[in-house]
Nanobody, 124 residues
Framework: QVQLVETGGGLVQAGGSLRLSCAAS????????MAWFRQAPGKEREFVAH????????DYADSVKGRFTISRDNAKNMAYLQMNSLKPEDTAIYYC?????????????????WGQGTQVTVSS
């Protein structure tokens, strides 16, 4: 089992940048696929980015491709989401998610472990 804590959210102007961090507990962090999801008010939780156990494979939602970068540091039990060129439509609560085995990385239901979320607000 792993526990996740997100930090780094905040208020930023359009065009700005934020870096989200996800701290994981436990000694087997490298066994977990990691992902970021987000949920805007009145909308369903949506996939943002995924990174494989070793960090060698990354995937992004089309809406963030070229602007966001997911990464991880297995030695530090950390995952990150660097967000550049932020837009007002990026405003949401961002969640870190993890699981050892993923069938469909786009589906929130495939991840058993979640953080509490961190608010990102982008003003126009």
């Amino acid at each position: 089992q792993v526990q996740l804590v997100e930090t780094g959210g905040g208020l930023v102007q359009a065009g700005g940048s934020l870096r989200l961090s996800c701290a994981a507990s436990g000694r087997t962090f490298s066994s977990y696929n990691m992902a970021w999801f987000r949920q805007a008010p009145g909308k369903e939780r949506e996939f943002v980015a995924h990174i494989s156990r070793s960090g060698g494979i990354v995937d992004y939602a089309d809406s963030v491709k070229g602007r966001f970068t997911i990464s991880r540091d297995n030695a530090k039990n950390m995952a990150y989401l660097q967000m550049n060129s932020l837009k007002p439509e990026d405003t949401a609560i961002y969640y870190c998610a993890a699981d050892t085995y993923i069938v469909n990385m786009l589906k929130a239901e495939d991840y058993r472990y979640w953080g509490q979320g961190t608010q990102v607000t982008v003003s126009s």
